[in-house]
Antibody, heavy 120, light 110 residues
């Protein structure tokens, strides 16, 4: 079981870019699929996208035009950028690791989550 | 893709069985065996309870079980306990290597 920790600004202004990093410890990022999930306050979970350690990505079609996920194997971390944010992007953002090396969409390890508020 | 449909709430007395449904379409739940279930306590990160329809990760009590019939997946908690009171979410592969979550169900232990 690996440990994941999200980090980044807790407050972002409207129209700016949200940037978060997920540090992976207790295991190598050079295997498995790595995901970002978000949860608006009081609401349900939304899948944002994932990245394979090789760099291949897949995004939620509803967010695809604004989202980029990158991996840095030298730092054992991956990151999320969301451009042109609005209040609707206010949420707790989680990073997670797939339970299967081949990818199954099931996240067995999660970060604690970080709240990002979009406000001027 | 649209969120999978779950009942907003479910409840049961301690020791009873509680079943939560997760309804999708043939393009997601019905078309793939990549259905997962998560438990989320207030203020906490979700915890994986079931993956690939019916498999339990190590450490998850065997009172949690999953199944699927057609476009509907189900999570059953047999002999529900007080600590099982939480929100539960399903998720499924939705084609083209993307995934979708369910709307969530709040489970109350009476």
């Amino acid at each position: 079981q690996v440990q994941l920790q999200e980090s980044g600004p807790g407050l972002v202004k409207p129209s700016e870019t949200l940037s978060l990093t997920c540090d992976v410890s207790g295991g190598s990022i050079s295997s498995y699929y790595w995901s970002w999930i978000r949860q608006p306050p009081g609401k349900g979970l939304e899948w944002i996208g994932y990245i394979h350690y090789s760099g291949s990505t897949k995004y939620n079609p509803s967010l695809q035009s604004r989202v980029t996920i990158l991996v840095d194997t030298s730092k054992n971390q991956f990151s999320l950028k969301v451009t042109s944010v609005t209040a609707a992007d206010t949420a707790v953002y989680y990073c997670g690791r797939d339970s299967q090396p081949r990818g199954s969409g099931s996240l067995e390890d999660w970060g604690q989550g970080t709240l990002v508020t979009v406000s001027s | 893709q649209s969120a999978l449909t779950q009942p907003p709430s479910a409840s049961g007395s301690p020791g009873q069985s509680v079943t939560i449904s997760c309804t999708g379409t043939s393009s997601d739940v019905g078309g793939y065996n990549h259905v997962s279930w998560y438990q989320q306590h207030p203020g906490k990160a979700p915890k994986l309870m079931i993956y690939e329809v019916s498999k339990r990760p190590s450490g998850v009590p065997d009172r949690f079980s999953g199944s699927k019939s057609g476009n509907t997946a189900s999570l059953t908690v047999s002999g529900i306990q007080a600590e099982d009171e939480a929100d539960y979410y399903c998720s499924s592969h939705a084609g083209s290597s993307i995934y979708v979550f369910g709307t969530g169900t709040k489970v109350t232990v009476l």
